[in-house]
């Protein structure tokens, strides 16, 4: 639960920072959905299986609402939430045709 903490206090230094100074002030992180979001991210990044649509119901927020924060989290903390895809460049495999 530690590093969910660590991520939401990162993720809220960024966001904050990224924002206009006139908005700085109103920027309001205390609704469930941010730690419902943290807590999944982290979740995933270590493999771990959780209800996705669970967290949703419990956070009281809309899916879209779920799913825009999660956005925002692994763009501005990729380097603490972000899951590696593991996809490879089809131009860097190889293709044994039968020649």
Known sequence: MDVVHVGLSLYRERFIASLPPSRRASADFTRPVFT???????????????????????????EDEFSSVSTS???????????????????????????
């Open 36 to 62: 419902a979001t943290g807590f999944y991210l982290c979740a995933k990044k270590h493999k771990l299986k959780v209800d996705k649509n669970k967290l949703i119901e419990l956070s009281g927020t809309s």
């Open 73 to 99: 989290m692994k763009d501005l903390c990729h380097d603490v939430f972000g899951v590696s895809t593991e996809k490879k460049d089809p131009k860097s495999v190889k293709v044994n045709r039968g020649n």
